[in-house]
């Protein structure tokens, strides 16, 4: 925890306190409609013409403001744990991981198999998490990788992110 998260948490908390219930579901519901003051307005039981005063109310700009902050630090926090499981199904990909396997007899054994179509999915998932390219463009991932390098110590992927449109 940074020294900075529990002066943010009071900051939230004070700014709450200076809303009516009504007002802090209208910050609520027009950050998670995606800023849509009308809509925000109607749904918290306000006219939707009314949306516009609300939003230009300081009050209702911070507790707005630290929604925002809070979202950040979720977005950060769930990064972070997304790429820990994608470094796991990378290893197990990339054929680090022994894996259990069934011979045709039916008998079991573990051993060490690359598997493309997830090594794949990891590196495009990993692209879309850490927007390595534009949403909706012609962007392209392109992995090579050396099958002989894969037995050796050294590494054997080579990640290039192309984007024409950025």
Same mark, same amino acid.
């Given at each position: 925890?940074?020294? +900075?998260? $529990?002066i943010s948490a009071? !900051?939230?908390?004070?700014? !709450?306190?200076?809303? =009516?219930?009504?007002? =802090?579901?209208?910050? #609520?519901?027009?950050?998670?409609?995606?800023?849509?003051?009308?809509?925000?307005?109607?749904?918290?039981?306000?006219? $939707?013409?009314?949306?516009?005063?609300?939003?230009?109310?300081?009050? #209702?700009? +911070?507790? #707005?403001?630290?929604?925002?902050?809070? *979202?950040?630090?979720?977005?950060?926090?769930?990064?972070?744990?997304?790429?820990?499981?994608?470094?796991?199904?990378?290893?197990?990909? *990339?054929?680090?991981?022994?894996?259990? *396997?069934?011979?045709?007899?039916?008998?079991?054994?573990?051993?060490?198999?690359?598997?493309?179509?997830?090594? *794949?999915?990891?590196?495009? =998932?990993?692209?879309?998490?850490?927007?390595?390219?534009?949403?909706?463009?012609k962007g392209s991932? +392109?992995?090579? #990788?050396?099958?002989?390098?894969?037995?050796?110590?050294?590494?054997?992927?080579?990640?290039?992110? =192309?984007? $024409?449109?950025?």
């Amino acid at each position: 925890m940074s020294q +900075n998260e $529990p002066i943010s948490a009071a !900051r939230s908390e004070l700014t !709450r306190l200076d809303l =009516e219930p009504q007002e =802090e579901a209208f910050a #609520i519901e027009y950050v998670s409609n995606g800023f849509d003051h009308r809509e925000a307005a109607r749904k918290c039981g306000y006219s $939707p013409s009314a949306g516009v005063r609300l939003k230009r109310k300081p009050a #209702i700009q +911070n507790r #707005i403001a630290s929604l925002l902050a809070e *979202m950040e630090v979720d977005s950060i926090v769930n990064r972070q744990v997304a790429d820990t499981i994608l470094d796991r199904l990378e290893d197990i990909a *990339m054929g680090e991981v022994p894996v259990a *396997m069934v011979t045709k007899d039916g008998e079991e054994f573990e051993a060490r198999k690359f598997f493309p179509e997830l090594a *794949m999915k990891v590196y495009q =998932e990993r692209v879309r998490l850490h927007k390595l390219v534009q949403e909706n463009s012609k962007g392209s991932v +392109n992995v090579q #990788i050396n099958m002989g390098d894969l037995i050796g110590e050294s590494p054997a992927i080579e990640v290039k992110v =192309e984007d $024409p449109d950025g």
